[in-house]
């Protein structure tokens, strides 16, 4: 007997697996540091020196990046806020040369 051919039907594409969203990288963070009481800074931002030397009482650093490393002389005479939240740097572990990162890793 003749062989019967059954009608060919389209077969739909597989849709293309999307997997989870792709994280975004989010922006920078604003950094702000107030000296309560004059004192030594010295702060990099991405990697890089931004500011070395004296900050006198009042006097304040303004500064956005991704990734901040902190050395003073007197941590506690410093006001430090990254993005909204007030940081107190004597609960923060420091790094062994006694300087805080700070924002993303």
Same mark, same amino acid.
């Given at each position: 007997?003749?062989?019967?051919? $059954?009608?060919?039907?389209?077969?739909?594409? $597989?849709?293309?697996? #999307?997997?989870?969203?792709?994280? =975004?990288?989010?922006?920078? #963070?604003?950094?702000?540091?107030?000296? *309560? *009481?004059?004192? /030594?800074?010295?702060?990099?931002? %991405?990697?890089?020196?931004? /500011? =070395?030397?004296?900050?006198?009482?009042?006097?304040?650093? %303004?500064?956005?990046?991704?990734?901040? =490393?902190?050395?003073?002389?007197?941590?506690?005479?410093?006001?430090?806020?990254?993005? %909204?939240?007030?940081? %107190?740097?004597?609960?923060?572990?420091? =790094?062994?040369?006694?300087? /805080?990162?700070?924002?993303?890793?």
């Amino acid at each position: 007997p003749p062989l019967s051919v $059954a009608p060919s039907t389209p077969v739909a594409a $597989a849709p293309e697996f #999307q997997g989870p969203p792709r994280p =975004e990288r989010a922006g920078p #963070q604003r950094l702000l540091i107030t000296a *309560t *009481t004059g004192g /030594f800074v010295r702060l990099n931002r %991405d990697g890089k020196l931004v /500011f =070395e030397g004296r900050l006198p009482a009042g006097k304040y650093l %303004d500064w956005r990046g991704y990734s901040f =490393e902190l050395r003073a002389s007197n941590p506690a005479g410093l006001r430090v806020e990254l993005g %909204d939240a007030l940081l %107190d740097l004597g609960a923060l572990k420091t =790094e062994p040369d006694g300087s /805080f990162r700070l924002g993303r890793k």
